[in-house]
């Protein structure tokens, strides 16, 4: 059963860092696609950034682009997902998610089968 366990949210101030983990056992047997999800309420889910774990390139949402840096760690089957200069608008529930999908392709629309339980972020001005 595939599992995906995210860790590492909390409260800041704006301007601040957090780094979200995505613990998935043996990810890239299943996918080779992992990317990270925000929900705030009352607003739709929105993709943040994506990583394609065969060959590492990565993919971002223009509202976090050199902000946000996602990152894989084959021996510790994490994903990372780390985040700088955080402002009040990042403030949501962040979901990790696995996929097949060939170099991310339409990672945007969020068709993943595999998604962990959330971790919130929030962040205060």
Not at 4 to 9: F, K, R
Not at 28 to 39: D, E, G, I, L
Not at 53 to 76: A, E, L, M, N, P
Not at 78 to 98: G, H, S
Request: glycine content about 8%.
């Amino acid at each position: 059963q595939v599992q995906l366990m995210e860790s590492g949210g909390g409260s800041v101030q704006a301007g601040g860092s957090l780094r979200l983990s995505c613990a998935a056992r043996e990810f890239t047997s299943y996918s080779n696609c992992v990317a990270w999800f925000r929900q705030a309420p009352g607003k739709e889910r929105e993709g943040v950034a994506a990583i394609s774990t065969w060959d590492s390139t990565t993919y971002y949402d223009d509202s976090v682009k050199g902000r946000f840096t996602i990152s894989q760690d084959d021996v510790k089957d994490t994903v990372y997902l780390q985040m700088d200069n955080l402002k009040p608008e990042d403030t949501a529930m962040y979901y990790c998610t696995a996929a097949q999908l060939n170099r991310c392709h339409a990672w945007t629309k969020g068709n993943f089968p595999y998604w962990g339980q959330g971790t919130q972020v929030t962040v205060s001005s």
